[in-house]
């Protein structure tokens, strides 16, 4: 009997591997996950998120330069405000992962 096992890429997988834990060092950290927690939930301003998470600067300013740098977020500028939105669609994944995981509605 022969089995038939599909061909693994080795490259393909070790490339994918490095991906994925390069995501969940930077999401390793309490504040980048409470900021991408929060961010989840729709676009905020520097001031919304220093207010609903007590992040304070400049550990806020550093963080959120930590997912820009990683390209987790963008930012948009209204006037004096800067607005941050999750634009990683596998951050965005691996965050629902956890808030099923971690965050029950009861």
Do not use: W
Request: hydrophobic share 45%; glycine share 4%; with cysteine.
């Amino acid at each position: 009997m022969s089995s038939h096992r599909a061909t693994i890429d080795v490259a393909a997988m070790h490339a994918a591997a490095a991906q994925a834990c390069s995501l969940l060092k930077v999401l390793a950290n309490p504040d980048r996950l409470l900021l991408m927690c929060q961010l989840s939930q729709g676009e905020a301003s520097v001031g919304e998120l220093e207010e609903h998470l007590g992040i304070r600067q400049p550990t806020l300013s550093q963080q959120l330069g930590v997912l820009r740098e990683h390209e987790l977020v963008q930012t948009r500028r209204d006037g004096k405000n800067i607005f941050y939105s999750i634009v990683s669609k596998e951050a965005l994944a691996v965050m629902a992962v956890l808030y099923t995981q971690f965050c029950p509605t009861s």
